[in-house]
């Protein structure tokens, strides 16, 4: 069935969306600093022409950072992207892309008027032939060059200011893993000197809006590479687990029968060669990964360091983490403690919320525990495990959002470190995106967890919600009538017990009270009542 399928896409495939376009790869592009290109539809910069964007310059926060990174004017990823590019397409309306071509997240339809909600699921509740379809797309982008994006092979000066542009091609899966390498990577110093204390998506406040934007961009590359406009990225629930339930030839691949660290022949993950997984030797060279094949993906899940790592997150570890009330805290680095993103992340105890630099839990105890590829932090998107692990920290996530309700306020919008500020750019995405645009719900962003939904949420949204909205808005009013509702009601019972006296004299057929019709009563009641 699996290889039924992968034939099926490598026959007639589209292509994708990412880092560095391909149309502004080129030194004009890089010398002038612009990124705008034509929009296919119209053929203008930006589909300036239909009304879906324009070029402009681009705005940045001018919020402090943090003490954290210590420099100014050594890190291309400083004030992204403004060393490569200072002006881009600003999309219109739901329009969003480098060039203005597609949907805003949770949009479709040719003119992206078509509100879109689409459920991620867990992977043991998806059908055989829907997770063979799921392992299908990953082998698809491993083998498919995406046609509009490229990655930089050097750093912004190493091109000599962009006269003489350095990239490569990759893959679409080999697109995102390369991403999060960049993100996460050392800073060159020069000679062989580096910083390590730097991270542009982990370790502060943007971890999780960063790689809620990364899964989304993923599920929007794979629904453009195989036409499946309903695709979404399935969850690995790994609250209370034993084991690697998700290690299996069935699923992401089992052990290898003769050397544990390498998964099984019968896995087609088996074949896959990892990048961007030798961080010391690009430091040594002070060179950037360029996207060649290093060897095989390791796995050897649950033989890592238990001392560090003692078990997989339970239940209440998670309840734990819902219950912190702030989102961030302190220095907003791994070192804060009652910190949700800190303790989510596992820097933090979800035992008590105090920051522990000798133990990895939640998010970084899944990694810990695969000991393999996906415990490095560089390459371990590598992994496709990644995915499945990441939908589901995004989930949680998702639940804090819906139980805590915050405004975008309560994001930090200065001090945080290098690169986490509300206002700051997200490295190394192009189009741009700011941290604070995904500190929002998820149905705000197109999708939905299938074990967050609501019993029936279509008729409490459609029905329901716009009549509690309607009474908060009005309730004095109808505190006012439901008193005088009271006052005609006990008028009105007062009247009929001296109507129905049974010692009431009878009144001569034409001088008898006019009694109301029976539907007339009810609608008064009904009136008062209200």
Known sequence: MLLAILCCLLWGFQISAGHFPRACASSESLMQKECCPPWSGDGSPCGQLSGRGSCQDVLLSNAPRGPQF??????????????????????????????????????????????????????????????????????????????????????????????????????????????????????????SEIWRDIDFAHEAPGFLPWHRLFLLLWEQDIRELTGDE??????????????????????????????????????????????????????????????????????????HDKTRTPRLPSSDDVEFCLRLTQYESDSMDKAANFSFRNTLEGFASPLTGIADATQSSMHNALHIYMNGTMSQVQGSANDPIFLLHHAFVDSIFEQWLRRHRPLQEVYPEANAPIGHNRGSYMVPFIPLYRNGDFFISSKELGYEYSYLQDSDPGFFQNYIAPYLEQARQIWPWLLGAALVGSVLTAMLAGLTCLLCHPKRKQLPEERQPLLMEKEDYHSLLYQSHL
């Open 230 to 303: 309903n695709f979404t990225v399935p969850y690995w629930d790994w609250r209370d687990a034993e084991n690697c339930d998700i290690c299996t030839d069935e699923y992401m691949g089992g052990r290898h029968p003769e050397n544990p660290n390498l998964l099984s022949p019968g896995s087609f993950f088996s074949s896959w060669q990892i990048i961007c997984s030798r961080l010391e030797e690009y430091n040594s060279q002070q060179t950037l990964c360029n996207g060649t094949p290093e060897g095989p993906l390791l796995r050897n899940p649950g033989n």
């Open 70 to 191: 210590p420099f100014t004017g050594v890190d291309d990823r400083e004030s992204w992207p403004s060393v490569f590019y200072n002006r881009t397409c600003q999309c219109s309306g739901n329009f969003m892309g480098f060039n203005c071509g597609n949907c805003r997240f949770g949009f479709g339809g040719p003119n992206c008027t078509e509100k879109r909600l689409l459920v991620r699921r867990n992977i043991f509740d998806l059908s055989i032939p829907e997770k063979d379809r799921f392992l299908a797309y990953l082998i698809l982008a491993k083998n498919t060059i995406s046609k509009d994006y490229v990655i930089p092979t050097g750093t912004y000066g190493q091109m000599n200011n962009g006269s003489t542009p350095m990239f490569n091609d990759v893959n679409i899966y080999d697109l995102f893993v390369w991403m999060h390498y960049y993100v996460s990577r050392d800073t060159l110093l020069g000679g």
